[in-house]
């Protein structure tokens, strides 16, 4: 496999740098809206290297961060039903949730299995047909064509006890609704590449038409991210808005049409409760009637208790660019990836856990 | 004999000795050959003694086994301190079920791996468990080994000035190990690095006496093992992100995991923290030996930011170099 030395190439990155610093003259405030941007950035100090006047901020674009604590109750909840396995991703077992996470419960003695994909959970489903398995379906528009399949191929091969929670997100409508706040004053967004690699990057036209503000998806390599710097840079000091992808080699302006099929398929839009944001109309994917056989909502009748908010924990102003992890009183204190307090502590691509281990120009 | 391993295989008796009898060919050497509760030997100097348990899904793995793992493991854990590792044990705890098969060919790795470091297995056990109870097959080695006079290593040795040296390419082993993980199989071309070092530190310690800091960086990868020098040193260290070696390979499946190389367990690499003055000379001495001839000073220890690592990047800036935090997971989005 080649195409990561050519994205890291120094001579080339030092060009880029200097087209940056030779046209960037107005402030340029970007958002990337990825994790995996952040981390990308701050593992290869790309913020250092910048001009004064561009200015990057962190968005929302984390699956488990922005995961509710509702939701993480309710996920817990169904673990500690009888002849249930909950599978999921890895760092969700460490979040915390109202009163427990699910890393506690199986302490206490829950099924809870870490998968890496929505195939693993389907194969324990297979071995273990007198159990329920649940997997925790959480991610954006990367991860659900995946989880949309696996539910296809249960039905297929008529597996009866495989049911997923669809805490699914969509991105667009979180970006409209982040601008909407009118919280952050963005010149630019750093566009997430895996996401638009499914949906392309005609979904982001909103932005530029009615927000004027300069869009460009990016790649998770160096090169990418300055190269989209570089073109959000020239769109801002051109004042001509607009959508650009400066990650050919991943995405198409309609994106992957047989994904997206998929998605379509089994999940329709709804709302979500994203942390630090709440209920944002249109921001989710809910299972279809259709496949209500496999919605663990549905099927499952919990009691997941009030929700609380961990005490003094800013993730949400995190999540939505207003405040950085420098800001949170508990951020290195209380709050360390060993003993997270809120989500972005726990997610490898969190902002919080991102400041923690790469530091930035304060240090840690 | 039977295929799989049994229950009473464990058990003390007849099946339990014709098991053991037939290890003894590929292991055997005096003091193992009397078959006491304890080998005994002679042995003068300053000692050195380590154990380790060896654990990997899945046991076989390019370039290796849990048997080569064991061996080299251990060795490697005595030369860190710059021994010259002489004897070791060999414990299995093996389930029910296993091929015998799998053990032939592991006990094969073990007695090549031995031969190779010039160690002897002197003193073993087998224990046999239930189905469920193991998985597949633990291994536990212990070993001893003898420190020459005037050599004093310690990760709590490094000082300003130091230059780092790392003896190749990292990442090679926690990757093809996990290219063969059930759930998460792909296709890569790097075999593990799974090596006995003890013949390379012999070399290094021969070209100079001022090596300070000696650690094969494993599980935590190179990143831990840096941050471990500077930690115990109360030193900070700075490292060079371009000289850092990786196969692109390791680099192309770290990329799609989303993990960090710098992260990832190595089983044949060593860094050390030496005089700067002598850096030139056990360079040299790395290079002409099989496993340092990707050997490379990949940065320095400074009297700046002690206990902290820091990595300037191939584009000019810098960063903090953590310790990791649980288990390496493979990116969701």
């Given at each position: 496999?080649?195409?990561?030395?050519?994205?890291?190439?120094?001579?080339l990155?030092?060009?880029?740098?200097?087209?940056?610093?030779?046209?960037?003259?107005?402030?340029?405030?970007?958002?990337?809206?990825?994790?995996?941007?952040?981390?990308?950035?701050?593992?290869?100090?790309?913020?250092?290297?910048?001009?004064?006047n561009?200015?990057?901020?962190?968005?929302?674009?984390?699956?488990?961060?922005?995961?509710?604590?509702?939701?993480?109750?309710?996920a817990?909840?169904?673990?500690?039903?009888?002849?249930?396995?909950?599978?999921?991703?890895?760092?969700?077992?460490?979040?915390?949730?109202?009163?427990?996470?699910?890393?506690?419960?199986?302490?206490e003695?829950?099924?809870?299995?870490?998968?890496?994909?929505?195939?693993?959970?389907?194969?324990?489903?297979?071995?273990?047909?007198?159990?329920?398995?649940?997997?925790?379906?959480?991610?954006?528009e990367?991860?659900?064509?995946?989880?949309?399949?696996?539910?296809?191929?249960?039905?297929?091969?008529?597996?009866?006890?495989?049911?997923?929670?669809?805490?699914?997100?969509?991105?667009p409508?979180?970006?409209?609704?982040?601008?909407?706040?009118?919280?952050?004053?963005?010149g630019?967004?750093?566009?997430?590449?895996?996401?638009?690699?499914?949906?392309?990057?005609h979904?982001?036209?909103?932005?530029?038409?009615?927000?004027?503000?300069?869009?460009?998806?990016?790649?998770?390599?160096?090169?990418?991210?300055?190269?989209?710097?570089?073109?959000?840079?020239?769109?801002?000091?051109?004042?001509?808005?607009?959508?650009?992808?400066?990650?050919?080699?991943?995405?198409?302006?309609e994106?992957?049409?047989?994904?997206?099929?998929?998605?379509?398929?089994?999940?329709?839009?709804?709302?979500?409760?994203?942390?630090?944001?709440?209920?944002?109309?249109?921001?989710?994917?809910?299972?279809?009637?259709?496949?209500?056989?496999?919605?663990?909502?549905?099927?499952?009748?919990?009691?997941?208790?009030?929700?609380?908010?961990?005490?003094?924990?800013?993730?949400?102003?995190?999540?939505?660019?207003?405040?950085?992890p420098?800001?949170?009183?508990?951020?290195?204190?209380?709050?360390?990836?060993?003993?997270?307090?809120?989500?972005?502590?726990?997610?490898?691509?969190g902002?919080?856990?991102?400041?923690?281990?790469?530091?930035?120009?304060h240090?840690? | 004999?039977?295929?799989?391993?049994?229950?009473?295989?464990?058990?003390?008796?007849?099946?339990?000795?014709?098991?053991?009898?037939?290890?003894?060919?590929?292991?055997?050497?005096?003091?193992?050959?009397?078959?006491?509760?304890?080998?005994?030997?002679?042995?003068?100097?300053?000692?050195?003694?380590?154990?380790?348990?060896?654990?990997?899904?899945?046991?076989?793995?390019?370039g290796?086994?849990i048997?080569?793992?064991?061996?080299?493991?251990?060795?490697?854990?005595?030369?860190?301190?710059?021994?010259?590792?002489?004897y070791?044990?060999?414990?299995f705890?093996?389930?029910?079920?296993?091929?015998?098969?799998?053990?032939?060919?592991?006990?094969?790795?073990?007695?090549?791996?031995?031969?190779?470091?010039?160690?002897?297995?002197?003193?073993?056990?087998?224990k046999?468990?239930?189905?469920?109870?193991?998985?597949?097959?633990?291994?536990?080695?212990?070993?001893?080994?003898?420190?020459?006079?005037?050599?004093?290593?310690?990760?709590?040795?490094?000082?300003?000035?130091?230059?780092?040296?790392?003896?190749?390419n990292i990442?090679d082993?926690?990757?093809?190990?996990?290219?063969?993980?059930?759930?998460?199989?792909?296709?890569?071309?790097?075999?593990?690095?799974?090596a006995?070092?003890?013949?390379?530190?012999?070399?290094?310690?021969?070209?100079?006496?001022?090596?300070?800091?000696?650690?094969?960086?494993?599980?935590?990868?190179?990143?831990?093992?840096?941050?471990?020098?500077?930690?115990?040193?109360?030193?900070g260290?700075?490292?060079?992100?371009?000289?850092?070696?990786?196969?692109?390979?390791?680099l192309?499946?770290?990329?799609?995991?989303?993990?960090?190389?710098?992260?990832?367990?190595?089983e044949?690499?060593?860094?050390?923290?030496?005089?700067?003055?002598?850096?030139?000379a056990i360079?040299?001495?790395m290079k002409?030996?099989?496993?340092?001839?990707?050997?490379?000073?990949?940065?320095?220890?400074?009297?700046?930011?002690p206990?902290?690592?820091?990595?300037?990047?191939?584009?000019?800036?810098?960063r903090?170099?953590?310790?990791?935090?649980?288990?390496?997971?493979?990116?969701?989005?």
């Amino acid at each position: 496999m080649k195409f990561v030395e050519e994205y890291r190439d120094p001579q080339l990155g030092k060009k880029l740098l200097g087209r940056i610093h030779k046209r960037s003259r107005k402030p340029a405030r970007l958002m990337e809206f990825c994790g995996g941007h952040t981390v990308a950035i701050f593992k290869h100090g790309l913020r250092q290297l910048l001009p004064d006047n561009v200015e990057m901020l962190s968005g929302p674009g984390c699956p488990v961060c922005v995961t509710a604590s509702a939701d993480l109750d309710r996920a817990i909840a169904l673990g500690s039903l009888p002849d249930v396995i909950i599978t999921s991703f890895g760092d969700m077992v460490r979040v915390p949730g109202s009163r427990s996470s699910l890393q506690k419960a199986k302490a206490e003695g829950a099924d809870i299995r870490i998968v890496y994909s929505a195939q693993d959970a389907l194969a324990i489903a297979r071995d273990n047909p007198d159990k329920s398995i649940i997997f925790i379906g959480i991610g954006f528009e990367t991860t659900a064509p995946t989880i949309a399949a696996s539910i296809l191929q249960a039905e297929q091969e008529k597996i009866n006890n495989y049911y997923v929670l669809s805490l699914h997100k969509v991105c667009p409508p979180i970006m409209k609704a982040i601008l909407d706040l009118g919280e952050v004053n963005l010149g630019g967004i750093i566009c997430p590449g895996h996401v638009s690699a499914i949906i392309g990057s005609h979904p982001y036209q909103f932005i530029a038409d009615d927000y004027g503000i300069a869009c460009a998806v990016s790649g998770f390599e160096p090169l990418d991210i300055l190269l989209a710097v570089d073109r959000l840079v020239e769109q801002i000091e051109s004042g001509q808005p607009k959508v650009e992808i400066a990650y050919r080699r991943g995405v198409k302006p309609e994106g992957n049409q047989p994904a997206l099929r998929l998605m379509e398929t089994v999940f329709e839009i709804g709302k979500a409760n994203w942390r630090g944001i709440g209920i944002v109309p249109a921001s989710g994917l809910q299972i279809k009637a259709k496949y209500e056989r496999f919605d663990a909502l549905k099927n499952f009748k919990i009691d997941p208790g009030p929700t609380l908010e961990p005490k003094g924990c800013i993730c949400g102003s995190i999540l939505r660019g207003v405040s950085t992890p420098r800001d949170c009183r508990l951020f290195g204190e209380t709050c360390t990836p060993e003993h997270p307090v809120g989500p972005c502590m726990v997610s490898s691509e969190g902002s919080c856990a991102t400041y923690y281990h790469y530091g930035d120009s304060h240090g840690r | 004999m039977e295929d799989k391993i049994l229950l009473a295989h464990g058990s003390g008796g007849k099946l339990s000795q014709d098991l053991i009898q037939s290890f003894l060919p590929d292991l055997t050497n005096p003091i193992l050959d009397k078959l006491d509760d304890s080998a005994v030997f002679d042995i003068s100097g300053r000692l050195a003694f380590t154990t380790d348990s060896y654990t990997v899904n899945p046991i076989f793995f390019p370039g290796g086994d849990i048997g080569k793992l064991a061996v080299c493991g251990t060795v490697n854990d005595l030369c860190m301190s710059g021994a010259r590792p002489l004897y070791l044990s060999l414990s299995f705890i093996i389930e029910e079920g296993l091929p015998v098969a799998d053990l032939k060919k592991i006990l094969t790795s073990i007695k090549q791996a031995a031969e190779e470091a010039g160690v002897k297995i002197v003193t073993g056990d087998t224990k046999v468990v239930d189905q469920g109870s193991a998985d597949k097959l633990f291994i536990n080695t212990a070993g001893v080994g003898i420190v020459p006079e005037g050599v004093d290593i310690s990760a709590a040795n490094a000082r300003p000035g130091d230059k780092i040296i790392l003896n190749g390419n990292i990442g090679d082993h926690g990757i093809a190990v996990l290219s063969q993980r059930e759930g998460l199989k792909f296709h890569t071309p790097v075999p593990s690095d799974c090596a006995p070092l003890n013949g390379l530190v012999a070399d290094m310690l021969a070209a100079s006496a001022n090596i300070h800091c000696l650690r094969d960086p494993t599980r935590g990868g190179l990143a831990t093992t840096l941050n471990d020098f500077a930690g115990q040193s109360k030193a900070g260290i700075i490292i060079e992100e371009d000289k850092i070696p990786a196969d692109k390979a390791v680099l192309a499946a770290c990329e799609f995991l989303g993990f960090d190389p710098l992260y990832i367990a190595n089983e044949g690499k060593l860094a050390a923290a030496v005089a700067p003055r002598d850096a030139g000379a056990i360079l040299a001495a790395m290079k002409r030996n099989r496993y340092g001839v990707g050997a490379v000073i990949i940065g320095e220890v400074v009297a700046e930011h002690p206990g902290q690592v820091v990595m300037n990047t191939s584009l000019g800036a810098s960063r903090i170099v953590d310790i990791p935090v649980g288990e390496l997971l493979p990116r969701i989005c």
